[in-house]
């Protein structure tokens, strides 16, 4: 009698790493103001990491101008579908995010307190909202430096500038926690600079932000001392380059899904994890 055949030999590791990979289930990530500085930063962050589905963005004024966004970004923005519509508009949200999986809101804007209340705050607590009722599993925000306990920035008085913006943030940060307390990602930047395009030409907010970064974190104890400042030292320590920052809130909701809890990114952290 003739012997069986010898057993078929093992798959290789990487055709097993292939075919896992083809059956990885890809999410389907909605941003919030993703056509200003910091969105389209994120945007160009998701599109490069090709970890979704796809990747679209809610604006009042839809896609960005050529003449707003810099020439690096341009290939991945040409990825984005943008969607013209407003936040406080209920049918609006609603229909965006019905399609989504994974939310971000970078929603922010200065102006009179009243005006940040209701954009810096009202406007992501709302979208919180609504992710919660269409069963969006993660939400990201974009918060302030300023958001701690103890921060001179949450002491200013009702009539002082910037109240509306700091306490806008703080609101939102606590609707968010609570909605979704193992799905929030949370990044608190300072000033947040690199290239910014406005009315057709690029601003190297590198210029200003990254030495002054430097002397805020990298000079021993003359930077401990500039940290000690009130309000001040936060800031200059706090400074974060924006590609970073879209980096870091990427890998972060990664992170996040995988470890089914909620993170909170301070200015180093977002610096660490954005150069990853």
Not at 48 to 65: E, F, I, M
Not at 158 to 166: C, D, N, V
Request: hydrophobic content about 35%.
């Amino acid at each position: 009698t003739s012997s069986p055949p010898p057993p078929p030999p093992p798959p290789s590791p990487h055709l097993l790493e292939i075919t896992m990979a083809s059956n990885v289930i890809k999410k389907r990530l909605l941003i919030l103001g993703g056509n200003g500085y910091v969105g389209q930063n994120i945007c160009h962050a998701a599109v490069q990491s090709n970890s979704y589905a796809s990747v679209r963005s809610l604006n009042r004024s839809g896609a960005p101008s050529p003449s707003s966004s810099p020439a690096h970004l341009s290939r991945s923005l040409s990825e984005v579908e943008w969607i013209s519509g407003d936040v406080f508009d209920d049918a609006a949200r609603e229909d965006a995010v019905s399609d989504a999986d994974v939310v971000v809101s970078c929603i922010g804007a200065f102006g009179s307190n009243d005006f940040m209340q209701r954009v810096c705050g009202d406007a992501t607590i709302g979208a919180i909202r609504t992710a919660k009722e269409k069963g969006v599993s993660a939400f990201g925000f974009v918060s302030s430096a300023q958001v701690y306990e103890g921060s001179m920035g949450l002491k200013l008085p009702k009539s002082a500038p910037m109240h509306g913006y700091f306490q806008g943030k703080l609101r939102a940060e606590e609707e968010l926690q609570n909605s979704y307390p193992d799905g929030h990602v949370i990044l608190r930047p300072g000033f947040i600079y690199g290239p910014r395009n406005v009315g057709g030409r690029t601003l190297p907010l590198q210029l200003v932000g990254g030495p002054i970064s430097f002397v805020g974190t990298q000079l021993g104890p003359l930077s401990g001392l500039i940290q000690q400042l009130p309000f001040v030292g936060k800031e200059v320590s706090s400074m974060v380059p924006v590609d970073s920052l879209g980096r870091a809130m990427i890998q972060s909701l990664e992170d996040a899904a995988l470890e089914k809890k909620g993170l909170v990114l301070d200015a180093e952290v977002i610096r660490i994890r954005g150069a990853e």
